[in-house]
């Protein structure tokens, strides 16, 4: 039997040849593939914003947290259940990551629960479009505008997808968008910032390439800052060539492997619909381009489902372990709903190479996995 991979990187021929043609071109670095690659995802998500690539989603985070001047002395709400990259990115900026419950039905921050932790510290309220749904991000931007505060949308697992039939990314505060290895789309590594902040774009421009002043307009057309000003912190966390031609490749793709995704999680729903000891999210599947497919096992049988899919050379994961219970992140208090969820969520195999055989082997070794044998 071969093995089914959890999730994978879908590049080809295509993605040979661009960076076959950047490494003939010889300059590797920041340069003008990236602006090619910021103007086709400003075309792609018909957004009026501004768009910032840099080498990773968590830069993305971290460097729209300090364009804010969030730091030192203030509080991010986020929810625990989440890639542990969100809370990092927070703890990289000095703020401190308030770890928030999410619901059961879509694993999204409970604004409930974020409600009892808003203090005079709080500057931001992180989201995580988990799954890839964003059905319930209104009300977060109602709860920002109450209580002042900014709103990063973590939408590291949105790319393509819809809110009130506009792309993630043509509305709201910032965006960040993670392009790694396994997202809907990828340049390897990489990520963006999305916002019609002007000066938070201008600062995030900077800040990406150690916060010389305006070296991007430089790097487009070939060139480079010999002497300039610096006002700011800042990082080596800019994309370079070799990421956007990949990027630029993968983009020419996405309505190919969007429909793959989709179709995919469709039919696990289908599957799965009514399996006793399993409860499906509420997602908005017509929306979404799912990066993750994800279940809860409500039966108690979570762990033995995972070692029988493990056992069928199936990969599957738990996404996430909740952050605020990890040793650095603690806050010592509980959330619930994170822990219970912590027993119960699996990852099945979903990317944009799976095949229907592979989906039916997935479903019949889980199914099968379920079931109390012991009365048998
Ligand atoms: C929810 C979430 N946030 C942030 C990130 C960080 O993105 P990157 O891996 O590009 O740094 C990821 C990536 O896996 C993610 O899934």
Known sequence: MDPIRLSRSCVGNEEIAALARVIEAGFLGM???????????????????????????????????????????????????????????IAASGATPVACDVTPERVFIDLQDAERRVTEKTRAIMPVHYASD?????????????????????????????????????????????????????SGEGGAVITGD?????????????????????????????????NRRGYRYHMSNLMAAIGREQLKKIGRFS???????????????????????????DDIVPHIFVIRVT?????TAMQA???AKIECGIHYQPNHLLAYFNQGYALPV????????????????????????VVDVLKSSLEDKSNA
């Open 31 to 89: 340069g003008s593939e990236v602006q090619c690659f910021e103007q086709e995802i400003k075309a792609y998500l018909a957004t009026p914003y501004e768009v910032i690539c840099v080498n990773t989603g968590t830069a993305a985070l971290h460097l729209s947290l300090e364009g804010l001047d969030i730091g030192a002395g203030h509080e991010v709400l986020v929810p625990s259940i989440t890639y542990l990259a969100s809370f990092q990115a």
């Open 134 to 186: 964003s059905t319930e991000m209104s009300g977060v931007y109602e709860f920002a505008e109450r209580h002042g505060i900014r709103v990063i949308e973590d939408a590291a697992h949105a790319f393509g997808c819809k809110r009130n039939a506009k792309k993630i990314g043509a509305t709201g505060d910032v965006l960040c968008f993670s392009f790694d290895g396994i997202k809907n789309i990828t």
């Open 198 to 230: 002007l000066e938070l774009a201008s600062r995030i421009r900077d800040a990406r390439l150690l916060g010389v002043e305006k070296d991007t307009e430089k790097r487009y057309t070939g060139q480079r800052s010999w002497v300039f000003d610096v």
């Open 259 to 285: 429909e793959h995704r989709r179709t995919a999680a469709i039919r696990y729903r289908e599957f799965l619909a009514g399996q006793s000891g399993v409860e499906l999210l509420t997602l908005s599947d």
């Open 299 to 303: 039966n108690g049988r979570r762990d």
């Open 309 to 311: 899919l493990r056992d």
């Open 338 to 361: 994170s822990e219970l969820l912590m027993s119960q969520l699996l990852s099945l195999p979903l990317h944009a190479m799976l095949t229907d055989q592979e989906q039916c082997r």
